[in-house]
C-alpha cells in the first residue's frame, strides 16, 4: 500500500460531515489537508478542531464559482506548494417533484454537484503534471444509479458526476492521474432530504468515518491498481 505521508491534498466541503471526516483521515495519515466551506465561520470552526491533528489549511470558498475555485487553487499554491490529491465533497440536495422544482433548484444541484467538481478537477490537473500525477476522488451517491420520487436534480447531478469521473479516468489515466468514484447510501451527517427517513435513531446510517477509511483505502492501493468506483450500503436499513 502506498504511504499518505506528505500529501498534498484538497479537501471540499471539508467543514463538516463527510469531508471534514475525510479531511480528519487524511490529517492522521500524515497528508498536509487544505478545506473549504462556504463561510468562514465554518471554516474556522473546522480548522480549531483539526489543527491539533497536522498540516490544515482552509479558507470561504464556493466551488459552483468557477472564481472562488481559482482564488481557493492559488492559496493552496502559496500554503503548499503543489497538489497531490483533489477530493471532491462538496454538494447539496435540494429535494422535489419535477413539476414543482424551481429553476432555481434545479441549477443549485447541478452547480454545486457536478459544475463544482469540473471547476475543481481542471485547476487540479494543471498542477497534478508538476507532481508526476495525482488522484480525484469523487464523492457520489447511489442516488447516481437508483432515481427516487422527488429527487429528479440531485440524480441528475449525481448521474452527471459518476460520468464526469469516469470520462476524466480515461482522458488522463496516461498521465499518471487516477480518478475513482464514492457512491454511498445513507450517512448519518445530520442532513435532512431525500428517499431515507433520518427521525429518531440513525445508528443504522453508514457513518462520515466510514466513508474517509474508503478513501482513505482507495488512495493507498499501489499505483499500478485503480478501484475506480465503491458502493457503500448501511448493512441493516431500516425494514
Same mark, same amino acid.
Given at each position: 500500500?502506498?504511504?499518505?505521508?506528505?500529501?498534498?491534498?484538497?479537501?471540499?466541503?471539508?467543514?463538516?460531515?463527510?469531508?471534514?471526516?475525510?479531511?480528519?483521515?487524511?490529517?492522521?495519515?500524515?497528508?498536509?489537508?487544505?478545506?473549504?466551506?462556504?463561510?468562514?465561520?465554518?471554516?474556522?470552526?473546522?480548522?480549531?478542531?483539526?489543527?491539533?491533528?497536522?498540516?490544515?489549511?482552509?479558507?470561504?470558498?464556493?466551488?459552483?464559482?468557477?472564481?472562488?475555485?481559482?482564488?481557493?487553487?492559488?492559496?493552496?499554491?502559496?500554503?503548499?506548494?503543489?497538489?497531490? /490529491?483533489?477530493?471532491?465533497?462538496?454538494?447539496? %440536495? *435540494? $429535494? #422535489?417533484?419535477? &413539476?414543482?422544482? !424551481?429553476?432555481?433548484?434545479?441549477?443549485?444541484?447541478?452547480?454545486?454537484?457536478?459544475?463544482?467538481?469540473?471547476?475543481?478537477?481542471?485547476?487540479?490537473?494543471?498542477?497534478?503534471?508538476?507532481?508526476?500525477?495525482?488522484?480525484?476522488?469523487?464523492?457520489?451517491?447511489?442516488?447516481?444509479?437508483?432515481?427516487?420520487?422527488?429527487?429528479?436534480?440531485?440524480?441528475?447531478?449525481?448521474?452527471?458526476?459518476?460520468?464526469?469521473?469516469?470520462?476524466?479516468?480515461?482522458?488522463?489515466?496516461?498521465?499518471?492521474?487516477?480518478?475513482?468514484? /464514492?457512491?454511498?447510501?445513507?450517512?448519518?451527517? %445530520? *442532513? $435532512? #432530504?431525500?428517499? &431515507?427517513?433520518? !427521525?429518531?435513531?440513525?445508528?443504522?446510517?453508514?457513518?462520515?468515518?466510514?466513508?474517509?477509511?474508503?478513501?482513505?483505502?482507495?488512495?493507498?492501493?499501489?499505483?499500478?491498481?485503480?478501484?475506480?468506483?465503491?458502493?457503500?450500503?448501511?448493512?441493516?436499513?431500516?425494514?
Amino acid at each position: 500500500m502506498e504511504s499518505l505521508s506528505g500529501k498534498l491534498a484538497v479537501v471540499t466541503g471539508g467543514t463538516r460531515g463527510i469531508g471534514r471526516a475525510i479531511a480528519k483521515r487524511l490529517l492522521g495519515e500524515g497528508a498536509a489537508v487544505a478545506i473549504c466551506g462556504r463561510t468562514s465561520q465554518s471554516v474556522e470552526s473546522a480548522l480549531s478542531a483539526l489543527r491539533p491533528l497536522g498540516c490544515v489549511f482552509g479558507m470561504a470558498a464556493d466551488v459552483s464559482q468557477v472564481d472562488q475555485v481559482h482564488t481557493l487553487f492559488e492559496a493552496v499554491d502559496r500554503e503548499f506548494g503543489g497538489l497531490d /490529491i483533489l477530493v471532491n465533497n462538496a454538494g447539496q %440536495g *435540494v $429535494f #422535489g417533484k419535477v &413539476a414543482e422544482l !424551481t429553476p432555481e433548484q434545479w441549477r443549485a444541484n447541478i452547480e454545486l454537484n457536478l459544475n463544482g467538481p469540473f471547476y475543481c478537477s481542471r485547476e487540479a490537473l494543471a498542477r497534478f503534471g508538476k507532481r508526476g500525477g495525482g488522484f480525484i476522488v469523487n464523492i457520489s451517491s447511489l442516488a447516481a444509479k437508483n432515481p427516487f420520487s422527488g429527487g429528479a436534480g440531485y440524480n441528475a447531478s449525481k448521474f452527471g458526476l459518476n460520468g464526469f469521473s469516469e470520462a476524466m479516468m480515461l482522458d488522463h489515466r496516461y498521465d499518471n492521474v487516477r480518478v475513482a468514484s /464514492i457512491m454511498p447510501g445513507s450517512v448519518d451527517t %445530520g *442532513v $435532512f #432530504g431525500g428517499p &431515507a427517513d433520518r !427521525t429518531g435513531d440513525t445508528s443504522w446510517m453508514i457513518a462520515p468515518e466510514d466513508v474517509a477509511e474508503t478513501v482513505a483505502m482507495v488512495l493507498r492501493m499501489p499505483a499500478r491498481t485503480l478501484i475506480s468506483r465503491i458502493e457503500m450500503r448501511p448493512s441493516q436499513p431500516r425494514k
